[in-house]
């Protein structure tokens, strides 16, 4: 028995290259297949008319042009699209961390009855779809005149990632221990000073995912502006895509070059802050 | 309240009074309040006034006013009268019930495999959970792009195989368009159960899987007595927070068939928002969100005791 056990832990020992390379192969074989539509969504893009729509798709451009991206630039308002995106998200993300970080650190700080219920409040909030909440809410916002701005899709847009942001912010928190700060107050600095110069740095990583991950989220909704926004120049990246894609007929070219302008930001992003998000979603996703 | 400050606290003279505010139950409540104060006035009265106004007759006309007829549950009963409703209720029970299934399937599968060490395995599990970072109007455009019946990739990659002989139309047959959603909504949703079921694994001590294979338990036994119980608590979790999301495949669907064609892919808040702002029958679209709401809470409970059975805090 102890013997076969040897033998075998030779041979696997002996066998461990192949094992590892066979492994990698497998993954990058799962990776290649997995992301094959983003793949294939970038080179679409780069193909002209005769090509695009060739019976036998070429698996590579191969008269590779920029036309589509110069003419959605130039005649589709794009960069207005983008622009659009922009000041939404950028003022989500904003609007989310001064909301969540008071919340965030009072709940990771108090507990009490009251606090562990909002906690769980806070959490079946998060899961609210906006394509429910969307018919109060444009009621709502019609009745106080808000309707067409893009203030109310920033307070709406807000609503959707504010509770996952307080929830992954104050898993942060708790896990900085209160005796810093109380050895920061012994000293002689006021709590407040203390927050912002200790806890505050202390939850960096948490917050480069928080607001990462909020950023994108926001980047990506289509429901709010879509239904609170009839103007065209008022819209988010979305929206537009929307107006490429949701016919019957697509316009493709087009269609294609936005989606990949539209979406290079998050993979550059994404490819930044890949380790912290994943390890951030592992650790705090849930709890 | 805030025990652990007080007892080195309270023992300062010296201690000023901005900061006896800022240390007072008064800043707490302030901190609390202005978030829960915004998601009140921003989600809380939405869904009390949607409850109001599922019970009104509301329509363009009187949008604006506060004063509409009240309609009792008429809402309600047009609805469970509508030839549609049970259509769009086998709708969302087929794609909630295969998109939870085969994401956590293969979500599954994928941590398993991701698991094992080997080179760049974290790196490449990495670039699988692009997908779900992407944002959802990109995945339907995509996703209508391959599916096309005349250019669309998939159909070739299938007749190249010699599965299929002619074109399928995945997005304008009626009998395959929700299938056609389904497989984009299982792409998007897959790498969140990926890498919450990694997160899972990753907590289970290595030394039961070795205490385990001394006793000779091989890995399918190490699997099933091992593995799948301590991730229960995950899984309940995961279950919940997936069946929730699969609501908000309203983008996708939104983008690549609007509900169609025929209503053949038509679930229950594509519904509700095209009773809303395409027939803007309000009401109606207000009925069938407070129904839903009241289902996503019934399963947004359960997934915050599966949490807090896992993490007490």
């Known amino acids: 028995m102890s013997r076969q056990g040897s033998a075998g832990d030779g041979m696997r020992r002996a066998l461990a290259p192949v094992r590892s390379w066979l492994l990698t192969t497998g993954g990058i074989a799962i990776a290649a297949v997995y992301l094959f539509p983003v793949y294939w969504m970038v080179i679409s893009s780069l193909k002209a008319n005769p090509e695009l729509f060739a019976a036998t798709p070429t698996l590579y451009p191969h008269a590779p042009t920029l036309a589509a991206f110069r003419w959605i630039f130039a005649r589709e308002n794009v960069g207005l699209y983008l622009q659009n995106s922009a000041i939404i998200s950028f003022s989500v993300t904003a609007l989310t961390l001064v909301l969540a970080t008071g919340a965030a650190y009072a709940l990771a700080r108090i507990r009490t009855f009251w606090t562990a219920a909002m906690v769980v409040a806070i959490m079946a909030v998060q899961v609210l779809p906006p394509p429910l909440l969307v018919t109060p809410m444009f009621v709502i916002f019609r009745q106080i005149g808000l309707v067409n701005t893009q203030f109310a899709v920033i307070l709406a847009t807000t609503t959707k990632v504010l509770p996952f942001a307080i929830i992954m912010l104050r898993t942060s928190f708790a896990q900085i221990p209160v005796e810093l700060e109380e050895a920061a107050r012994v000293d002689g600095c006021p709590r407040f000073v203390a927050f912002f110069h200790i806890t505050l740095p202390l939850a960096r990583t948490g917050y480069i995912v928080v607001s990462s991950l909020v950023f994108l989220l926001a980047y990506g909704e289509f429901v709010y502006p879509l239904s609170l926004m009839n103007h065209k120049e008022l819209q988010p990246g979305p929206v537009g895509l929307y107006s490429f894609v949701g016919a019957d007929f697509a316009d493709w070219p087009d269609a294609l070059a936005f989606a990949t302008v539209f979406v290079a930001p998050v993979i550059v992003l994404y490819m930044f802050l890949q380790r912290r998000i994943v390890s951030g979603l592992t650790a705090g996703a849930l709890k | ?313």
């Open chain 2, 1 to 313: 309240m805030s025990q652990p400050l007080r007892h080195t606290l309270d023992a300062t003279p010296w201690r000023m009074s901005r900061d006896r505010f800022l240390d007072s139950s008064t800043i707490w409540m302030l901190l609390i309040g202005a978030a829960a104060l915004f998601l009140l006035l921003l989600v809380g009265y939405p869904i009390a006034y949607n409850l109001v106004m599922s019970v009104q007759e509301v329509t363009l006309g009187n949008l604006p006013s506060f004063s509409r007829p009240w309609v009792g549950l008429q809402n309600y009963r047009q609805l469970l009268a509508d030839p549609l409703f049970l259509l769009v209720a086998k709708n969302t029970l087929v794609f909630t019930v295969a998109n939870v299934a085969v994401q956590f399937v293969l979500g599954l599968g994928l941590a398993l495999y991701f698991q094992l060490s080997f080179p760049a395995s974290s790196f490449l599990r990495g670039l699988v959970l692009v997908g779900w970072m992407l944002p959802p109007l990109v995945i339907g455009a995509v996703w209508k792009w391959l599916l096309g019946s005349d250019s669309g990739f998939v159909n070739y990659a299938l007749q190249g195989l010699g599965l299929i002989s002619g074109k399928i139309y995945w997005l304008a047959d009626p009998s395959l368009s929700l299938l056609a959603v389904t497989i984009a909504n299982i792409w998007f949703g897959v790498p969140f159960n990926m890498i919450l079921l990694a997160a899972g694994l990753a907590g289970i001590p290595a030394d039961i899987y070795e205490a385990a294979a001394l006793d000779g338990a091989g890995p399918v036994r190490r699997f099933i007595w091992i593995t799948l119980p301590l991730l229960r608590p995950t899984i309940y979790a995961l279950l919940s927070l997936t069946t929730v999301y699969t609501m908000r495949a309203f983008d996708l669907i939104y983008t690549m068939t609007h509900g169609g064609p025929l209503d053949s892919s038509n679930i229950f808040p594509v519904w509700s928002y095209r009773m809303s702002f395409e027939l803007f029958d309000f009401g109606g679209g207000a009925a069938i969100a407070t129904a839903m709401f009241a289902l996503v809470l019934v399963v947004a409970l359960a997934y915050v005791r599966s949490v807090n059975a896992e993490r007490p805090m």
